[in-house]
């Protein structure tokens, strides 16, 4: 399993292998002036400046969705307990790394070596590649090293262990809310970790004075786009700075569980985030204030929480 993750991209880095790094799309693109990701539109991320990492390739859910082959890493089926490489080692290699992956750019006729110079520099980690970075148990410790090099820390999270969200302070949190209801979380996500996410959300409410907060709905056509009103019931819960409401992208393993038209298009994703908005509107006031076609997904926040973008 490693080897066919590391044919798709993923460079496992540390002493241990239970991280990796991996260059997207977007940071390609980036280097030859081709564009920029949607986090750089929705939040000045740049592509070329962003580290995408997880320091944990194990995860405790088994998402429908989901990029990677479910059959391997799940942390349950492991059966020698993880040894975990130091915080401060794996940033190490995690710069390390990203300096070797990207040092084929150099000199190529489209590369700005304005553009590359700086991205020899990262000044952000995405701590989102696969996998649940909660299960690392040195994250606070991972976010604060990452800072301490002058860099800014996105944490996407399942929200399954929210002891873990109550300790760490990334630049941006984020939580992954994919399902209105009990039922359909248990469907798309083939865990037992409801009441978890209900806490994490709760947890999440209070971390806002001192964390940005996201959530990010994936929506897949024929699973999760329904209930509005139950998306809206558990956002307000949460009440987060940023709302991302994006469509499943019909990649990676994911395409071996889902059809190519459970992925949605823009224009559907738009329509259910307004739906939403609706649901939100009376008591939170949250309106769309972004969108990138491209990458399908649509950026929900009230005025007062767009003023945290300035
Ligand atoms: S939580 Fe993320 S890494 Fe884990 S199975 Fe779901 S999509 Fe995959």
């Known amino acids: 399993m490693r080897e066919i993750l590391e044919r798709q991209g993923y460079h496992f880095v540390g002493t241990h292998k239970h ?3 991996k260059t997207c799309l977007w940071l390609r693109k980036s280097l030859r ?3 920029n990701c949607y986090k750089g539109k929705f939040y000045g991320i740049n592509a070329h400046r962003c580290i995408q990492m997880t320091p944990s390739i194990f995860c405790n859910q088994r998402c429908v969705h989901c990029w990677r082959p479910l059959e391997a890493f799940n942390i349950a089926a492991e059966e020698e307990p993880v ?23 150099k000199g190529a006729e489209k590369t700005s070596m304005d553009v590359f110079t700086e991205a020899e520099v990262p000044e952000h980690a995405a701590i989102s590649l696969i996998g649940e970075p909660t299960l690392y148990p040195y994250l606070k ?6 800072h301490s090099r002058g860099m800014t820390t996105f944490v996407v999270t399942n929200g399954s262990n929210p002891d873990v969200i109550r300790e760490i302070r990334p630049y941006q949190l984020y939580l992954s809310l994919n399902a209105p209801d009990e039922a359909t979380y248990k469907k798309v996500s083939h865990a037992q970790y409801w009441s978890c996410l209900k806490e994490s959300l709760d947890e999440m409410r209070r971390l806002k004075s001192s964390t940005r907060t996201a959530i990010r709905i994936t929506c897949i056509e024929g699973f999760n786009m329904k209930s509005p009103e139950g998306y809206a019931e558990l956002l307000e819960q949460a009440n987060p700075d940023f709302i991302e409401v994006k469509a499943y992208m019909h990649i990676g393993y994911s395409r071996k569980r889902l059809i190519r038209d459970a992925m949605p298009t823009h224009s559907r994703v738009k329509e259910f985030a307004t739906e939403i908005a609706e649901r939100l509107a009376a008591t939170s006031h949250y309106e769309i204030i972004d969108e990138s076609e491209i990458s399908r997904v649509v950026l929900l ?5 767009r003023l945290k973008l300035l």
Do not use: T
């Not at 926040?301 to 929480?305: G, H, T, V, W």
């Open 301 to 305: 926040a009230s005025p007062k929480n």
């Open 19 to 21: 991280s990796a790094v």
């Open 141 to 146: 410790e991972l976010v604060q090293e990452f």
């Open 33 to 35: 002036g081709e564009g």
């Open 83 to 105: 040894v975990w490489d130091a915080p401060e080692a794996l940033v190490e290699a995690c710069l390390k790394e990203q300096k070797r992956l990207i040092s084929g750019f």
